[in-house]
């Protein structure tokens, strides 16, 4: 899998943008980035994914840059159920598996 | 609609003990499954991947297996629980060309 880097924590006031960066330099042409987030005691959640283009959805936003090595997830308005581990991912590689590294642990302060 | 059943929540087991996890996904076919398990206060870490019916990639080494006997169902197995086997264990599916979708896990605890 291409390896993704991402800061280990950070913090977000309720109410403010919260934009998570990932660092994904190795990323084939043809790699889709995922994101996903994991609060505590459930599960991984589909957040969202791309390729080239920006994307959006009902729960975020996702900016890839131009040279595709980095990419940022922007929750527009956060709220204290957004406290959780988010991961960013690109699977679709050489194994082609799914697999995961230490996230953004986000804490969402009143 | 897909869905994914994993079972029991929580279990209790003394070491030495077998383990039998079963997880079954329903509204797909063929999907890729995944049993993840991961430790207080750390990552997923991925132990058991398969592509098909019978067809197992094991990630790591340990006292684990993993078995699939059927298209949709995904089983992890244990002969002696070890105390380090504690811990939550998820089991994904997903069909490598979108997202993938997790149990709500298991919580096994080695007493």
């Known amino acids: 899998d291409a390896k993704t880097t991402q800061p280990p924590s950070m913090d977000c006031a309720e109410g403010r943008a919260a934009n998570l960066p990932c660092n994904h330099s190795?990323?084939?042409?043809?790699?889709?980035v995922y994101w996903y987030r994991q609060i505590h005691s459930q599960g991984p959640q589909y957040i969202i994914h791309?390729?080239?283009n920006n994307e959006t959805n009902e729960m975020a936003s996702l900016i890839i840059t131009e040279d595709r090595k980095s990419s940022t997830l922007i929750l527009p308005h956060a709220t204290l159920r957004d406290t959780a581990v988010y991961y960013c991912i690109a699977p679709r590689s050489a194994g082609n598996k799914l697999t995961f590294g230490g996230g953004t642990r986000v804490l969402v302060k009143p | 609609s897909q869905t994914i059943h994993q079972w029991p929540a929580t279990l209790v087991q003394p070491v030495g003990s077998p383990l039998s996890l079963e997880c079954t996904v329903e509204g797909t076919s063929n999907p890729n499954l995944y049993w993840y398990r991961q430790a207080a206060g750390r990552g997923l870490q991925l132990l058991f991947y398969?592509?098909?019916?019978?067809?197992i990639s094991s990630e790591v080494p340990q006292n684990l297996s993993a078995s699939r006997p059927q298209d949709r169902q995904f089983i992890l197995s244990s002969k002696k629980l070890l105390l380090s086997d504690s811990g939550f264990y998820l089991c994904a599916w997903e069909t490598g060309s979108s997202e993938a979708f997790f149990g709500q896990g298991t919580r096994l605890t080695v007493v």
């Open positions: 190795t990323i084939s042409g043809n790699e889709y």
């Open positions: 398969s592509v098909g019916i019978g067809q």
């Open positions: 791309g390729l080239k």
